[in-house]
């Protein structure tokens, strides 16, 4: 086989959570055209039928996450990748926030991840290669406005995948995050639906990332899948920005 001709995640057992649509399916789609053997956690299946095994999963109940991982053990004794990339949105300010978004969002954001990597870690501790990514926001390192509960559970995120990082030294397992702007997604599709005048809101998060347009959920799949590589072997607690220059760029209009 001619050198660099090999795929790079091949042999690998790679976990989505999140997995049936966006920047999950579009992540699951390139492990998977990489040679990884993937496994998509999600409420539903969507098109992952075509790359990926589902296993049904409510990320932000423990019991359906033990479920999964028993289900997941049935399949594997191996997982050498987790994206914990399951994540749901919220319009809105502390003013206009209820205590049950804010309990509901941070459950299904922030202590997901906890739930899900707990129960991912004696099987990520028999890789040779273990790494977590874990899906972050540009929300977490910049004030958007009305995304109050959202910014706030992803700024948890980014501090967590630092805390998880240290913690693994001692196992091994790299811990990174990608901190997508805006992206094209479903998701972002469904929060423009709500918006008074949806065109003229597009326009705006466009116009928002000097860019000039949304982020495409596979340019933040790249950017998982290069911080998952095993060849990336030192690369550990460092976050990658994919928001068209949003975080650093001030550009005059």
């Given at each position: 086989?001619?050198?660099?001709?090999?795929?790079?995640?091949?042999?690998?057992?790679?976990?989505?959570?999140?997995?049936?649509?966006?920047?999950?399916?579009?992540?699951?789609?390139?492990?998977?055209?990489?040679?990884?053997?993937v496994?998509?956690l999600?409420?539903?299946?969507?098109?992952?039928?075509?790359?990926?095994?589902?296993?049904?999963?409510?990320?932000?109940?423990?019991?359906?996450?033990?479920?999964?991982?028993?289900?997941?053990?049935?399949?594997?004794?191996?997982?050498?990748?987790?994206?914990?990339?399951?994540?749901?949105?919220?319009?809105g300010?502390?003013?206009?926030?209820?205590?049950?978004?804010?309990?509901?969002?941070?459950?299904?954001n922030?202590?997901?991840?906890?739930?899900?990597?707990?129960?991912?870690?004696?099987?990520?501790?028999?890789?040779?290669?273990?790494?977590?990514?874990?899906?972050?926001?540009?929300a977490?390192?910049?004030?958007?406005?009305?995304?109050?509960?959202?910014?706030?559970?992803?700024?948890?995120?980014?501090?967590?995948?630092?805390?998880?990082?240290?913690?693994?030294?001692?196992?091994?397992?790299?811990?990174?995050?990608?901190?997508?702007?805006?992206?094209?997604?479903?998701?972002?599709?469904?929060?423009?639906?709500?918006?008074?005048?949806?065109?003229?809101?597009?326009?705006?998060?466009?116009?928002?990332?000097p860019?000039?347009?949304?982020?495409?959920?596979?340019?933040?799949?790249?950017?998982?899948?290069?911080?998952?590589?095993?060849?990336?072997?030192?690369?550990?607690?460092?976050?990658?920005?994919?928001?068209?220059?949003?975080?650093n760029?001030?550009?005059?209009?």
């Open positions: 086989m001619p050198q660099g001709s090999e795929k790079e995640f091949a042999g690998l057992t790679a976990i989505i959570t999140g997995a049936a649509s966006g920047i999950g399916l579009a992540t699951a789609r390139l492990l998977h055209q990489q040679g990884a053997s496994i998509g999600d409420l539903n299946q969507g098109e992952l039928k075509e790359f990926a095994t589902w296993i049904h999963c409510d990320v932000s109940t423990l019991e359906s996450v033990t479920k999964a991982f028993a289900e997941v053990r049935q399949k594997t004794n191996v997982v050498d990748i987790l994206i914990n990339n399951a994540a749901v949105g919220s319009i300010t502390v003013e206009s926030e209820t205590e049950e978004n804010w309990e509901k969002i941070f459950n299904i922030v202590f997901s991840v906890a739930r899900v990597t707990k129960a991912a870690l004696p099987l990520l501790r028999k890789s040779k290669v273990p790494s977590i990514v874990n899906t972050c926001s540009i977490a390192t910049a004030g958007i406005p009305n995304r109050v509960i959202y910014s706030a559970s992803k700024g948890a995120i980014r501090t967590l995948t630092f805390s998880m990082a240290c913690d693994f030294l001692k196992d091994r397992i790299r811990v990174n995050s990608v901190n997508p702007g805006t992206a094209d997604t479903p998701w972002v599709q469904r929060l423009l639906s709500q918006a008074d005048d949806p065109v003229a809101e597009r326009e705006r998060l466009e116009a928002r990332q860019w000039g347009r949304l982020v495409s959920a596979e340019e933040v799949a790249s950017s998982v899948a290069y911080l998952a590589s095993p060849r990336q072997g030192s690369t550990t607690a460092t976050e990658i920005s994919v928001d068209g220059g949003m975080q760029l001030r550009v005059p209009k």
